[in-house]
């Protein structure tokens, strides 16, 4: 089937089969490898990703349901070679240890920041339930997550 | 992990996709947010050979009020009733509900209608649906039909529904006092029990969800409730309760009681 989505700004058009999930189309079609697939049933988040600008479980979405979809995945999130204050908070609160879930926090942090602007710690830790940090690296997530929100309102 | 090969339909109309159904039968499913068919589908415990996508069809993702009625098409998100002022005002036992249910990426996808049709026997909104006298829109080969909450679920994973047939909505009548309270199974975060209960003057109408194969309402509480918790003690009469690794019998039987008293005594 022929599927036209745009990814960080730019179209693609591709013929793919109907079983391809959206996260496998961004790692093996467009080599966008930043997004994760762990337990890849929609129980860890590391595949998530923004459509239509909502967080979703990029595995448990078809690629064909995503045709004329606008997806933002990590390697949309930086602007000029510039962090995203989300990153950048990551970074400065030591909000990764191995790193392999942070890609997912990052999104899904993206779409707490959207619906609550000015978040309460009970906010961002309800709103982290879908993503898991093997780590268990949470306290500093949940810091990061603050401090990006005190940036972006700043 | 990858499904097994599959045809992949974008429905356009509800007769369109009831259709299709009609057509190929059990070779056929009805793929809605796909938060439970597409894990299924990739762990092969499903393997459809037609897959119809019914989440383009126009005017099955709107919530309206009708007088005494809220009315919510089968492809709302769990995010879009969650944000419903209307939801929350006239119905809050479901936005209560829908704030336990799953995480922000499966209620960005997930729709009520596809959770209902699935009848997972440990998923939040049968308990609210029965609890609520919810009606459940559906629509088939031979017409439309209504089914009341009452008489939607079956057995595991069975409804009421005929092979023909898609949910289109669910009516629910608004609800000035309800308490939606669950024990939550830590990893899924789905209900080890989940109890609902409707307060209309000195009765209520009690919903349970995750603790027996078809989710049910407590009619031994209902008729014993005398204004506070003791009739939390008949909340499995009559019911063959489901038992697990997370929880045998008699743990999900005393925790019924205890969750069905505590929501009482709201």
């Known amino acids: ?154 | 992990m990858i499904p097994a090969k599959f045809d992949y339909i974008k429905a356009t109309s509800i007769s369109e996709a009831v259709n299709l159904l009609d057509e190929h039968g059990f070779d056929a499913k009805i793929l809605s947010g796909g938060q439970s068919l597409l894990p299924a589908m990739k762990l092969r415990l499903n393997r459809p050979e037609i897959v119809i996508d019914i989440n383009g069809i126009p005017g099955m993702n709107s919530i309206e009020e009708t007088g005494d009625e809220v009315i919510i098409g089968a492809n709302c998100t769990h995010t879009q009733i969650l944000n419903s002022d209307m939801v929350y005002k006239t119905v809050n036992i479901l936005h209560q509900a829908v704030t336990t249910l799953g995480d922000v990426q499966v209620r960005n996808r997930g729709t009520i209608g596809g959770s209902l049709a699935h009848a997972d026997p440990s998923a939040d909104y049968p308990a609210v649906v029965l609890a609520c006298n919810a009606q459940i829109e559906v629509e088939g080969k031979g017409g439309k039909r209504t089914i009341a909450a009452t008489d939607f679920f079956q057995g595991i994973f069975t409804t009421a529904l005929e092979d023909d047939e898609i949910v289109t909505a669910v009516r629910f009548p608004k609800v000035a006092h309800g308490k939606y309270l669950k024990f939550y199974q830590s990893a899924s975060r789905f209900a080890i029990v989940g109890v609902a209960v409707v307060f209309d003057d000195s009765k209520v109408k009690v919903g349970i969800t995750g603790v027996s194969d078809t989710p049910y309402r407590a009619t031994a509480v209902e008729e014993a409730y005398t204004g506070n918790g003791d009739a939390a003690e008949h909340a499995v009469d009559g019911i063959e309760v489901m038992s697990d690794h997370f929880a045998d019998e008699n743990y999900r039987s005393h925790l019924a009681k205890v969750m069905v008293k505590r929501a009482l005594e709201e």
């Open chain 1, 1 to 154: 089937m022929n599927v036209t989505i745009t990814v960080n700004g730019k179209q693609f058009t591709h013929d793919i089969e109907p079983r391809l999930s959206l996260a496998q189309y961004l790692r093996e079609n467009l080599d966008l490898t930043g997004t994760h697939i762990g337990c890849d049933t929609s129980g860890c988040g590391a595949c998530t990703i923004t459509m239509d600008g909502n967080a979703v479980k990029s595995c448990t979405v078809l690629a064909v349901q995503a045709d004329g979809s606008e997806i933002t995945t990590i390697e949309g999130m930086a602007q000029n070679g510039e962090m995203h204050p989300i990153q950048a908070a990551f970074k400065e609160k030591h909000g990764l240890q191995c790193g392999f879930c942070t890609p997912g926090m990052v999104m899904v942090a993206a779409d707490i920041l959207k619906n609550y602007p000015n978040p309460s710690e009970e906010d961002i830790r309800h709103g982290l339930k879908g993503n898991f940090c093997r780590c268990t690296g949470y306290h500093n997530i949940v810091k990061s997550i603050q401090l990006a929100a005190e940036t972006i309102n700043d």
